[in-house]
């Protein structure tokens, strides 16, 4: 393998982001470096915004495991965006729980106010609307997650309105 190409994703670390990457790797035994993959990507997703297949393999070649298993973890949790998404990523849980209590409503809800479909962006860049599987809140159903922190409860179309709202009206504000 060339060195040219397998060293060209590393070359994208600034040193920050190596540095961080470091503090999370110095967390485990040297010969279990690979377990900090989701801090990694995690970091990754917060300078970026999403992981790219190229940022995979930088992670990949960092912690000194194949780009397979990288993806592999990006791909499996839904909090790792394959691809860009809106400044507010939108996670509506349509598991069952959720689904008794109103989740596909308030997702159909979001789809009407928002003029997207499940899994689209808004065309300004403001949502992306994804359906979810559980949050872990389902005594609070329907619920949700913005940007991947902040979950929402008892989602009416009411309260839906209101986050929508809200959050417009923080993307404006000085």
Not at 74 to 84: A, E, K, R
Not at 116 to 142: K, M, R, V
Request: proline residues 5%.
């Amino acid at each position: 393998m060339s060195a040219t190409v397998a060293d060209a994703p590393v070359a994208a670390l600034s040193e920050a982001t190596r540095a961080r990457f470091a503090r999370e790797v110095a967390k485990y035994p040297a010969e279990q470096k690979q377990s900090a993959v989701i801090a990694c990507l995690t970091i990754v997703q917060q300078e970026q915004g999403w992981v790219s297949s190229a940022w995979e393999k930088t992670v990949a070649e960092y912690l000194g495991m194949p780009p397979m298993a990288v993806h592999e973890v990006t791909s499996f949790y839904n909090m790792f965006n394959q691809q860009p998404v809106g400044r507010f990523k939108l996670n509506v849980c349509t598991n069952l729980p959720c689904q008794l209590r109103g989740g596909a409503d308030a997702l159909a809800y979001l789809e009407k106010t928002l003029g997207i479909t499940d899994g689209d962006t808004t065309s300004d860049g403001l949502f992306t609307l994804q359906h979810c599987e559980c949050l872990g809140a389902c005594a609070d159903a329907p619920v949700m997650l913005v940007n991947d922190r902040s979950m929402c409860s008892f989602m009416s179309d009411d309260k839906l309105q209101q986050l929508v709202d809200g959050l417009k009206a923080a993307e404006v504000a000085p």
